[in-house]
């Protein structure tokens, strides 16, 4: 059914347009090629995704640093396979992390696509937990700017999504009304329950099928918003 009266759509970046998994995959497997040969990618990755999902949870929340983040998902993860490494070896892996992640870019299907589709008939955003100056480049290299008049991110607003500040930040920026706003993301907590309880309504993206009650809009492929817009 579609949704009438939306004139901005708000989308996350990471999980949601840009393949965070993939792209960080093929990041730490260069990484790990000239520095640390001996890691088996898909062991450091099975281990890393969830430690990082983890850290990500407690960075939303204010629990844990920017630098803590960094280093705690990489600590963890080697932990977890018993690898020996020195903290100035995590830290140089997670600077060079965050200088290659946005180098490579690989977007979830169907993304340019929809956004062709979107593009002219709805003004379009992000709203990003992630760090300005990464995100910033991950979007002009994934050649996504063009479509987005706005793009707000955690350092801007100050407060990281579900954090009611961040949405209200990014609906004045885009000069957008709530009634008539909708926000598309990967995750139920920061993106649908964070729109939904500051008055936008909102779109779960998954493409694993998740039971999140009728009463979530729910997703499994970018083009399946042609449904609702």
Request: aromatic content about 12%.
């Amino acid at each position: 059914m579609k949704i009438d009266n939306i004139k901005d759509v708000f989308f996350d970046l990471d999980h949601t347009l840009w393949d965070f998994d993939k792209n960080s995959e093929i990041t730490f497997e260069n990484i790990f090629r000239r520095n640390h040969p001996t890691v088996e990618i898909k062991s450091f990755i099975d281990q890393y995704i969830p430690i990082n999902q983890a850290c990500w949870k407690l960075y939303q929340y204010d629990k844990i640093t920017h630098q803590e983040l960094r280093y705690n998902r990489l600590k963890q993860s080697f932990d977890a396979l018993n690898y020996i490494i020195s903290d100035k070896e995590i830290d140089l892996i997670a600077d060079e992390y965050i200088a290659y992640l946005p180098d490579n870019n690989h977007l979830f299907d169907g993304t340019f696509e929809v956004l062709d589709y979107l593009n002219g008939k709805y003004n379009l955003h992000i709203i990003t937990n992630g760090f300005a100056d990464v995100q910033t480049r991950k979007i002009s290299n994934a050649q996504l700017s063009s479509y987005f008049n706005t793009v707000t991110n955690s350092e801007m607003a100050g407060v990281k999504k579900p954090n009611p500040i961040i949405f209200e930040y990014a609906l004045d920026l885009a000069k957008a009304k709530k009634e008539h706003s909708i926000m598309i993301g990967d995750s139920l907590d920061a993106d649908v329950q964070g729109a939904l309880d500051c008055g936008l309504d909102a779109i779960f993206f998954s493409e694993i099928a998740n039971p999140v009650g009728n009463d979530i809009k729910q997703i499994n492929h970018l083009l399946e918003l042609k449904k609702y817009l």
